[in-house]
């Protein structure tokens, strides 16, 4: 090989070995520039969440475990200044000689909460298919009308219900005994007061459902149902087989969000005090769900120790549903 040549191809390796270094290098001085760059802006995302953080650590989880710390003493009205830690004994109390009364407030607040978002849920499906119906006149004024329960604070809702259905001063009774029916206890009968307060929270529930299932039903492709009729399908097939499983889809993650927010649903004690009350000084009332029942736990029979470890149990049970409702939705979102 000539002189010439060789120290060519020594020129040409050499240039690309440089050229490798570089693009080396210049890939190492990307890679931490862009290190740089997401390390800036989760700092700059983490100083603007700041604040927010400060306020849910405060006021959300200090006393979360303030509570938690609470139901392992023997802190009530008579040991304000001096209660002590027992440990586990407010527990072994609510899963001992309290399980009866656990166990009904718990079966209690499920079927609450589940009768209120499937009857509210089929109440609105309803009503959504009927005003989504380009044919019906007046149906702006239908939305309305049917509007206005969930329109109206739910406070006023509750306390006029409260007056409506009173035993012996209440609109309804006085109405029925005009007509030549009896007074019926609609709040002081322990299964009759039960069946209002689902029929009242369901009253202000529903408009909410069908605002949102209204949404949903202009979302579902026209096409589909333009093939089921070509197809010779029926109106009632239709609705189920297309309608209702995409307002299912669609809502599932709704529903078990309006399951949690009933399951610790306060309102009942606007109307009820959660009574007709139990036998004994303590025990729940009739009409108590396991929030109601933490409420008056604390501040009728002032036993802060007891509420505190009803209301870890609480927490145990929204959280589990929290997750599962994360999980759902993510499933959902996903497909």
Same mark, same amino acid.
């Given at each position: 090989m000539s002189p010439s040549l060789r120290f060519g191809l020594e020129d040409v390796e050499m240039a690309w070995y440089e050229q490798h270094i570089k693009y080396i290098q210049g890939t190492g001085t990307e890679k931490i520039t862009e290190r740089r @760059?997401?390390?800036?802006?989760?700092? @700059?995302?983490?100083?603007?969440?700041?604040?927010?953080? &400060?306020?849910? /650590?405060?006021?959300?989880?200090?006393? *979360?475990?303030?509570?938690?710390?609470?139901? /392992?003493?023997?802190?009530?009205? +008579?040991? +304000?200044?001096?209660?002590?830690?027992?440990? /586990?004994?407010?527990?072994?109390?609510?899963?001992?000689?309290?399980?009866?009364?656990?166990? @009904?407030?718990?079966?209690?607040?499920?079927?609450?909460?589940?009768?209120? &978002? *499937?009857?509210?849920?089929?109440?609105?499906? &309803?009503?959504?298919? =009927?005003?989504?119906?380009?044919?019906?006149?007046?149906?702006? =004024?239908?939305?309305?009308?049917?509007?206005?329960?969930?329109?109206?604070?739910?406070?006023?809702?509750?306390? +006029?219900?409260?007056?409506?259905?009173?035993?012996?001063?209440?609109?309804?009774?006085?109405?029925?005994?005009v007509v030549g029916f009896g007074k019926v206890p609609w709040l002081t009968h322990p299964v009759i007061a039960k069946i209002s307060v689902i029929f009242i929270i369901i009253w202000y529930s529903f408009p909410y459902f069908t605002v949102v299932a209204l949404g949903m039903l202009q979302a579902i492709p026209r096409q589909l149902y333009e093939s089921a009729e070509i197809d010779g399908s029926s109106k009632l097939r239709n609705f189920m087989c297309i309608t209702l499983p995409h307002l299912l889809k669609g809502m599932m993650p709704i529903l078990i969000m309006a399951f949690i927010m009933q399951f610790n649903q306060f309102g009942i004690y606007i109307v009820t005090n959660g009574g007709p009350a139990g036998e004994r000084l303590g025990d729940p009332g009739a009409t108590d769900l396991l929030l109601t029942y933490v409420y008056n736990m604390a501040f009728r029979v002032f036993r802060y120790d007891l509420a505190a470890a009803y209301s870890v149990i609480i927490f145990i049970f929204v959280a589990i549903f929290a997750l599962a409702n994360m999980k759902i939705s993510e499933k959902f979102f996903n497909d």
């Open positions: @760059k997401k390390f800036k802006e989760t700092l @700059k995302a983490f100083l603007i969440l700041s604040p927010a953080m &400060v306020l849910i /650590f405060i006021f959300y989880v200090i006393p *979360i475990i303030q509570n938690i710390l609470l139901s /392992f003493t023997n802190y009530s009205v +008579m040991r +304000m200044y001096n209660y002590e830690f027992i440990g /586990f004994e407010n527990y072994r109390y609510i899963f001992g000689e309290g399980i009866t009364g656990l166990s @009904k407030l718990v079966v209690w607040t499920f079927i609450f909460a589940i009768s209120v &978002v *499937i009857i509210s849920f089929c109440i609105a499906t &309803v009503l959504a298919v =009927i005003l989504n119906n380009n044919n019906i006149k007046l149906r702006a =004024i239908y939305r309305t009308i049917f509007i206005i329960p969930w329109v109206i604070p739910s406070v006023i809702t509750l306390l +006029m219900w409260r007056g409506l259905l009173n035993t012996n001063y209440g609109f309804i009774n006085n109405l029925l005994e």
